[in-house]
């Protein structure tokens, strides 16, 4: 692909390296930026950077936030006893747009897996742990994807909790297709899933 300006050039290149996106749909995002008024692009950038610089990851469930605590867990309405374990900041969103949960979030930032060497250590698991055995947590509900790794993961978690008294330790259901990403996942389905949790012990015998 030839270029006139090496600034465009230099412009796509920035922009093909977002996922999904192709130096043909860069080259057609950055022209149409091109053709806005400066201002614009200029507000884009500066949003961008604003997030890029000041963004921070809530003190208490790794959650994106604009400040210590999100809105989430700053939240009195929410059930603080009840905490969703989930994979990714995007899963967070997804079952907010079920309206179906009111407890809160703990996000681990990724799912246990030896072939990318990512192991324990990596995630937010032993914050996860400290948090049920110190905060009167009443139910855990693992909503990671239904993958080897996703099951993987939360069969360490509870492995290191099991033994806490009473606590209700439980999975969403599976109305989840197995392999799925729960992001992907229409919000009737995965709302349901969250409401018809089932506890984990009895997944363990699927």
Known sequence: MEFSSKLLENAVNEVSQLPGIGRRT?????????????EQTIS????????????KFCKSCNN????ELCEICSN???NKQIICVVEDVRDVMAIENTGSFKGIYHVLGGK???????????????????KVKNDHVREL??????????????FYIYKQIQDIEDITI??????????????????????????NRVPFESSLKL
Do not use: C, W
């Not at 884009?44 to 963004?55: G, H, K």
């Not at 072939?115 to 914050?127: A, C, N, R, S």
């Not at 080897?148 to 939360?154: L, S």
């Open 141 to 154: 509900i693992f909503a990671l994807s239904s993958t080897m790794e996703g099951d993987t993961t939360n």
């Open 112 to 130: 246990i897996s030896p072939i990318d060497g990512i192991g324990p250590h990596d995630l937010h698991i032993e914050p996860l742990v400290r």
């Open 44 to 55: 884009l950038s500066n949003a961008l950077q604003a997030m890029r610089n000041d963004i």
């Open 26 to 38: 860069a080259l057609r995002l950055v022209l149409h930026m091109l053709r806005q008024p400066k």
């Open 170 to 195: 439980s999975t969403i259901a599976r109305g989840i297709s197995v392999g799925d990403e729960l992001e992907y996942a229409d919000e009737i389905t995965l709302g349901r899933s969250i409401l």
């Open 64 to 67: 994106i936030s604009d400040g």
């Open 76 to 78: 009195r309405s929410r």
